[in-house]
C-alpha cells in the first residue's frame, strides 16, 4: 500500500472515529416534511447525566426547537393545553406551563438544512422536544409533528460537564457576563438565577452603529418602521427555567456585541429587555 492510500486509509477512520464519538455522546433530534405536517424523529431514551443535543432541520421551514423536562403524570394533552395558552398570552403568562413542565434550552431558529447544539444536566424523567410557533394557518406546530417525547432513564452516562470559557447569568432583570471575551470558538455556561424564565440571545453591531443605535430602534414605537436594525443575529440560548443552566458554543467574529433577553415578564407586563437584561459585550 502506498503512502497515498496510506493517508487516505487513516484519514476515513478518524472520521468514521469522530461520526462515531458524536453519535454517541450526542442526542440526534431531526425534523422532517411530511406533506403539509411535520416528523421529529430521535431516540426513545437514554441515560441521565450531561447530555449534549444535536437539532436538525432538514425541512424548508425555520424551526424553533425547545426542550422540557415534564412533571411526573403530565400528560402530552396537558402540555399542548399549557402550551396553547402560553402561545395566546403571546408568551407572557408562563403559569399553565410552568405547572406541567421546565424548561432545559433549545434554539430560537434552526434555519433550512442547519443544526443546532447545546448541552445540559438532566437528571432521569420524563421529556419532550417541541417546535414553538404556528403555521401560516395559525395551527401550532406540536399539532404538526413538531412534537416527540423521550425518556431520561436512572443509568448514569458518565460524560462531565464541559469546561466553560464564559459564563452568563441571567437574572431579574439584569445579564451578567464579562464585558470582553475572545473571537473564535468559546463555550458559555448560561445560568437561569432569577425567578422567572429567561433565554440568551447575542446580535452582532453592525460597523458605523453602536449601542445607543440599538436602543433606539428597541425604543421605537413600532420597530417594523423604524428602519434596518443596527444589528444581525449572531446566535443564543433559548428557553431555560430558574435554577437551570445549560452549555453552547458560540463562534464569535471580532466586533461589538449585544446580549439581550427578550421574553415578556409576567409580573412587569414588558419585555424582559426594556427592565435591564440588555447589555453590550466586546469580541476582540
Request: glycine share 10%.
Amino acid at each position: 500500500m502506498n503512502s497515498k492510500k496510506i493517508l487516505t486509509t487513516l484519514a476515513l477512520a478518524l472520521t468514521a472515529a469522530s461520526l462515531a464519538q458524536h453519535s454517541h455522546t450526542a442526542q440526534v433530534f431531526t425534523l422532517g416534511a411530511k406533506g403539509d405536517a411535520f416528523t421529529l424523529q430521535g431516540p426513545a431514551s437514554f441515560a441521565s447525566g450531561f447530555v449534549t443535543f444535536n437539532l436538525a432541520n432538514t425541512t424548508q421551514a425555520p424551526f424553533t426547537p425547545v426542550v422540557a423536562k415534564l412533571k411526573s403524570g403530565t400528560t402530552d394533552a396537558q402540555v399542548k393545553a399549557a402550551l396553547g395558552a402560553l402561545m395566546a398570552s403571546h408568551g407572557e403568562d408562563m403559569s399553565a406551563i410552568a405547572n406541567v413542565a421546565t424548561f432545559v434550552g433549545g434554539s430560537g431558529g434552526v434555519m433550512p438544512g442547519a443544526t443546532f447544539e447545546f448541552g445540559a444536566n438532566l437528571d432521569s424523567g420524563k421529556y419532550v422536544v417541541f417546535g414553538f410557533g404556528a403555521s401560516e394557518e395559525g395551527k401550532p406546530l406540536y399539532d404538526l409533528g413538531q412534537y416527540k417525547t423521550f425518556n431520561v432513564t436512572t443509568a448514569k452516562n458518565g460524560l462531565a460537564l464541559p469546561k466553560a470559557d464564559v459564563q452568563a447569568t441571567l437574572r431579574d432583570f439584569k445579564v451578567e457576563l464579562p464585558t470582553t471575551v475572545k473571537a473564535g470558538k468559546s463555550t458559555w455556561q448560561v445560568s437561569n438565577a432569577g425567578q422567572e424564565t429567561h433565554h440568551l440571545m447575542l446580535m452582532r453591531i453592525k460597523p458605523g452603529k453602536t449601542m445607543k443605535d440599538v436602543e433606539a430602534f428597541f425604543k421605537a414605537a413600532d420597530p417594523s418602521q423604524a428602519g434596518e436594525p443596527p444589528f444581525e443575529d449572531a446566535g443564543g440560548l433559548e428557553t431555560i427555567s430558574k435554577g437551570r443552566s445549560a452549555f453552547v458554543t458560540f463562534d464569535l467574529a471580532a466586533g461589538d456585541y449585544v446580549v439581550a433577553c427578550f421574553l415578556p415578564s409576567a409580573t412587569k407586563h414588558a419585555p424582559h429587555f426594556m427592565l435591564g437584561m440588555m447589555t453590550n459585550l466586546s469580541v476582540k
